[in-house]
Every structure is written in C-alpha cells, then in structure tokens.
C-alpha cells in the first residue's frame, strides 16, 4: 500500500468481484439530486483496483484511492477494507 497524499481521490464502494489476481472491481454508488425533478438519483459505477496482497473478499467495503496507471483499467489502488 502506498501512503495517502491529500490530492489523491478516495472512493469508497463495495467489491462485486475478486476472481482475477491482484485484482478487485469496487462498485461506487453516488446519490445526487436531478436538476429538472428535484428528486435524489443513485448512480453506480466499476472501478477496477490494485490488491498486492489479494485481501478483499466479494461483498467487502473497501476504500479506494487513485494511483499510477496498473494497466489499461486499472487506475485504483486498494486503501483498505472497513
């Protein structure tokens, strides 16, 4: 794990996925209020992430945050698992 810089953006998501190697997909959701119907919207997306030491479980909430890029869709790196 790397230390935790203050410009680096934190996420914190649930893991849907830890099939792959050194790999986990953290699905983020967001609630937001719609600008046209005032009403609040959740919106969910995947982030794929770095986990060196294949810690996290499926269905773990984990914190993540951003890190150089791993490979093509992997730019997230594991903070831990709360």
Do not use: C
Request: aromatic fraction near 10%.
């Amino acid at each position: 794990m790397t230390v935790e810089t203050k410009f680096k953006r934190k996420l914190y998501g649930v893991v849907t996925s830890d099939v792959n190697d050194k790999t986990i997909v953290v699905n983020v959701e967001r609630r937001f209020k719609h600008r046209t119907y005032n009403k609040f919207v959740s919106q969910s997306k995947k982030y794929h992430a770095h986990d060196a030491e294949n810690t996290a479980k499926a269905g773990d909430r984990v914190a993540i945050i951003e890190s150089r890029p791993y490979s093509k869709k992997k730019k997230w790196e594991l903070l831990s698992i709360n």
